[in-house]
């Protein structure tokens, strides 16, 4: 497919987040992936994949994902951190379906993803600063970082593509509107600013995240770049029956 034929072509994106899969939840997702398969071209999971961070639990969404027959374009979450075996679930869920990204981008019907997991830090005025303990500093390069990683798999898709319609996934939110609806106190934990400027800068067509379990599901960054929070129960709460967001773009 050369890039002319796909500038035109709309696909649906499909995007959920925090599906945390847990031991029990065997058998429990297939008629989800069929569903989501009959209606998108390709389906977003932002992070959060696992509910213990364990590799039995990504086993049994490698399995699940079997239903799944449309390609999938996923981050990892803090809770696919939390046992420090995030390599294995990542090795555990990939395939040649199933693309799980950190730093990188992949084409998929003509639209370039760019992937990250992203960090805390706060929003705006509020945005933590790189000064006190060495901790505090590492905290916020932390997510300086994760920000120049979705640069540069922004800018990849860029290079390789021009015109190339690109999205990007995440698991922490670059905004304050879809963190809304969370306790303030714990807003700075919820993502950070830093994020929306590689978004802002190279024109993003749609941004999905999730991690704010009870934020908003809609808010647009300067540019009218739209973004997405699609954890699972913002969906739910909103009314999906099936908890899957679908945008045409
Ligand atoms: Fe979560
Ligand atoms: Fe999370």
Redesign the pocket.
């Known amino acids: 497919m050369d890039a002319e034929n796909t500038e035109d072509k709309k696909i649906r994106i499909a995007a959920v987040a925090?599906i945390h899969i847990t031991d029990t939840d065997k058998n429990k997702w297939a008629e989800y992936f069929k569903e989501v398969s009959r209606k998108a071209d390709v389906l977003l999971i932002c992070?959060?994949l696992t509910n213990t961070g364990d590799e039995s639990e990504a086993k049994i969404l490698c399995d699940e994902l079997k239903s799944c027959t449309i390609p999938v374009v996923a981050v990892l979450?803090?809770?696919d951190h939390e046992k420090g075996r995030q390599k294995l679930i990542r090795q555990t869920v990939q395939s040649e379906n199933v693309h799980i990204l950190d730093g990188e981008a992949v084409v998929i019907g003509g639209v370039g993803f760019a992937g990250v997991k992203g960090f805390g830090g706060g929003f705006d005025n509020y945005m933590l600063s790189m000064f006190g303990e060495d901790a505090m500093k590492a905290f916020v390069q932390e997510a300086v970082n994760e920000a120049l990683h979705l640069d540069r798999a922004l800018a990849r898709i860029d290079q390789q593509h021009e015109h190339l319609k690109k999205v990007a996934i995440m698991?922490y939110a670059p905004m304050l509107d879809t963190v809304k609806g969370e306790p303030e106190p714990i807003y700075p934990f919820l993502g950070s600013s830093r994020l929306a400027e590689p978004l802002i800068r190279r024109q993003v067509a749609a941004v999905f995240h999730?991690?704010a379990h009870m934020g908003t599901l809609e808010g647009t960054l300067a540019g009218g770049v739209k973004v997405f929070n699609v954890a699972k129960p913002v969906l739910l709460k909103a009314g999906y029956e099936m908890p899957f967001y679908v945008v045409e773009i």
């Open positions: 925090d992070g959060d979450g803090n809770h698991h999730g991690h």
